[in-house]
């Protein structure tokens, strides 16, 4: 399948895009639960990883957490919308999730993995993107992400000190969706001023001649390689590594 003329001109124009009904309700009921008792669990052993003073978690590493996170892998309402961005040998750099407290403030903004490192102007065309799989409906009260549209066509990074851009957006979504964006757009979570977390589960992809941000190839467990299909495969990375003959000549 591939995405349309408008979402397209969407990604390329505004960098972003949001998908209606990609997890079903049922499926948002599983993953939470299980991602809340995976954040427990992580602050009880004290692996937790927490940021933005400690009222936002995150939970990596979910395809060696149970078999229930593999279908995000190379879900078929969202393959095309990588496809189109990062070409059809695209892999996957991190899975993830986020969980953003009540009381947690604007994280800061960002642009994604290796663009922070990299001199300007940043490439015109897209190296990373990124897309939230949002567990409850998000809104600019409970952590809505931020981000400021059209900013990857600045080709720059966003200035340390800056706090709100004029043209910040706060994503309003319902649960289920999957906003999908550019790496390189201006984003960071937002602050949830509500009674209840809000939870994403996170899928972040790159190129496939970038370097991923979990090694997948060397880290999965035995069990998930077993059960990858050939395009899942391919996803984790394993069809993009270095190859024979390229050997070193003893
Ligand atoms: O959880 C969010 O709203 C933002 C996540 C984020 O900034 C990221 O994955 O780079």
Redesign the pocket.
Known sequence: MRISTEQQRQLDEQGYIVIPDVLSNAEIDVYRKRLLELAELEKEDKTANLHTENKGQLVRWLVNKGELFEKLVAHPKVVPYFEYMLGSDYTLSTLTS?I?SPEAKD?PY?V?NALGQMPEPLPRFPLFV?S?WLLNDFTPEN???RFVPTSHRRLKKPPSDLMNDPEEMR?AAKKGSVFLFNGAIW????ANQTTEPRI?L?C?CCRSFLKQMFDFVHYLKPEVIDRATPEMYRIYGFDSQPKPPDTPGD
Not at 187 to 190: I, K, L, R, V
């Open positions: 986020n953003i994280g960002h994604d990124n939230l952590g809505g992400t994503l984003h960071a979570a937002g994403a996170i972040f």
